[in-house]
């Protein structure tokens, strides 16, 4: 799987939309991005993935660029709940279902 | 539906103890992965299994680690004998081949003294 690249922390106000980058340039064609965060002792719980076109659903929305080499995931209207780990993971899709997390960005929204 | 459950929450024991984790995966799911996560190494994967099988398990740090799952319900992960650095928390996850989204338990957070 691909190595993906993210910052360490961020912080983002309460209500504003935190905005979380994740380099993948070396992404192969048949690979998807994925999201996951984990919020303090608790497993980590999936956000959302997709392949090449934007995706959104009921927690995010992830931003996926022209040639696949970064990707955003943004929380439209951050809550002092979304504090957590968040992991962008890149895979080939059915390959055994493995996750391969890295060290994530720690987000953290204050009020 | 409960979500995957494991037990126990905390495990407090001494070096050279048999120690055993337990996972019940969420009904109808057919993929079972052990996770550990520590302060120096982060999430690494340990084993997965689908349909029961053990698929992958290059993750397990050494012998002293196995991991079964006797039928589709149930799951262990066995450490003999412990060690202090196998303090960790352990997760537990399940998913189905259809859908790519893993659900994670809760963990069990080791200590071993």
């Known amino acids: 799987d691909a190595k993906t690249t993210q910052p360490t922390s961020m912080d983002c106000a309460e209500g504003r939309a935190a905005n979380l980058p994740c380099n993948h340039s070396t992404i192969s064609g048949n690979e998807y991005v994925y999201w996951y965060r984990q919020i303090h002792s608790q497993g980590p719980q999936y956000i959302i993935h997709g392949l090449k076109n934007n995706e959104t659903n009921e927690m995010a929305s992830l931003i996926i660029t022209e040639d696949r080499k970064s990707s955003t995931l943004i929380l439209p209207h951050a809550t002092l709940r979304d504090t957590a780990v968040y992991y962008c993971i890149v895979r080939v899709d059915n390959a055994g279902n493995m996750l391969t997390f890295g060290g994530g960005t720690r987000l953290m929204v204050k009020p | 539906d409960a979500g995957v459950i494991q037990s126990p929450r905390h495990e407090v024991t001494e070096m050279g103890q048999e120690v055993t984790l337990r996972c019940k995966p969420i009904s109808g799911h057919n993929s079972l992965f052990w996770y550990r996560q520590t302060m120096m190494r982060g999430l690494e994967l340990l084993i997965y299994?689908?349909?029961?099988?053990?698929?992958?398990d290059s993750g397990m740090p050494e012998d002293r680690f196995s991991a079964k799952m006797p039928n589709a319900s149930f799951s262990t992960l066995k450490i003999q004998p412990s060690e202090p650095r196998d303090s960790a928390v352990y997760f537990c996850?399940?998913?189905?081949?259809?859908?790519?989204?893993?659900?994670f338990g809760p963990g069990t957070r080791l200590t071993v003294l």
């Open positions: 299994f689908n349909n029961n099988v053990p698929i992958d």
């Open positions: 996850a399940s998913s189905t081949r259809t859908f790519n989204e893993q659900f």
